[in-house]
């Protein structure tokens, strides 16, 4: 795979979701930006890579990406070569055991699984509306004691996915900085809820929460260092865009806008 110069990995509800308008915006401005330097686009979602598929042609305004990390990071689908990237789930299905995990997880009161369609095949999901914390560490230790190496992402204060211990956001996003060979100081991560804090993890990266992010992203990133986190003050696809500004520099501003300045 050649070399990319820019990475934008962003969550898709919440994020680049939620304004057309906007979005359709950012849609222009990545595939302009795209055109000039060949950077490379990821949707990194709590949605399987077939809901994305389905909404992108559900969505015209929504750009097709160049990787879908679906199943909260645990499945990752590369569509211009309609190839999964086996070697990447290979590296945690021998850990993976789904019965054992859900026969623990229904022996605690709270959970309720989701239908099959919110289940991955590297990702066990759950509502639990206002879990308190102590009974997610008490979950959390009970599937340690059985042995079982995974681990626990709180979203939303509602869903609780349960993935493969190292799996996850993160690790999507180092996968792909390294399979799209982009330093991650040229890396942007973008989101709105918990299970997005995973991406600003990853060292080096830059990372942008946008405008309507909910509080538990703020509250994390707010320990990151500052250049090179930003709360974006726009909402939706209009944070992610002052996002790109803030991470690619000049470089995103659409060819009219640099010359003139
Ligand atoms: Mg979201």
């Given at each position: 795979m050649k070399r990319t110069k820019h990475l934008l990995c962003s969550d898709l509800d919440g994020t680049l979701l939620g304004d057309t308008a906007a979005l359709a915006e950012f849609s222009r401005r990545w595939d302009d930006f795209r055109r000039r330097t060949g950077a490379a686009l990821a949707y990194v979602t709590g949605r399987s890579v077939e809901s994305v598929t389905k909404l992108l042609d559900e969505t015209p305004e929504l750009p097709w990406p160049d990787a879908i990390a679906g199943d909260v990071g645990t499945s990752l689908y590369l569509p211009k070569e309609l190839a999964w990237d086996d070697a990447y789930h290979g590296s945690f299905k021998p850990t993976w055991d789904r019965g054992r995990i859900e026969s623990i997880v229904m022996r605690h009161s709270g959970p309720e699984r989701q239908g099959e369609a919110g289940q991955g095949p590297l990702k066990s999901s759950w509502y639990w509306k206002h879990a308190p914390r102590a009974s997610l560490e008490a979950l959390e230790a009970a599937l340690m004691l059985a042995g079982l190496r995974c681990r626990l992402v709180y979203s939303a204060d509602e869903f609780l996915d349960i993935l493969p211990a190292g799996a996850g956001k993160h690790s999507a996003v180092r996968r792909l900085a390294e399979r799209f060979r982009v330093p991650h100081a040229s890396v942007l991560v973008a989101g709105d809820t918990g299970n997005d804090t995973d991406m600003f993890t990853v060292e080096g990266v830059k990372g942008v929460a946008v405008g309507n992010a909910h509080k538990e992203l703020i509250k994390a990133l707010k320990k990151a260092p500052a250049t090179h986190m930003l709360l974006a003050r726009a909402n939706h696809a209009a944070g992610v865009m002052q996002g790109c500004r803030f991470a690619f520099?000049?470089?995103?501003?659409?060819a009219a806008a640099r010359s003139k300045s």
């Open positions: 520099g000049e470089a995103f501003e659409p």
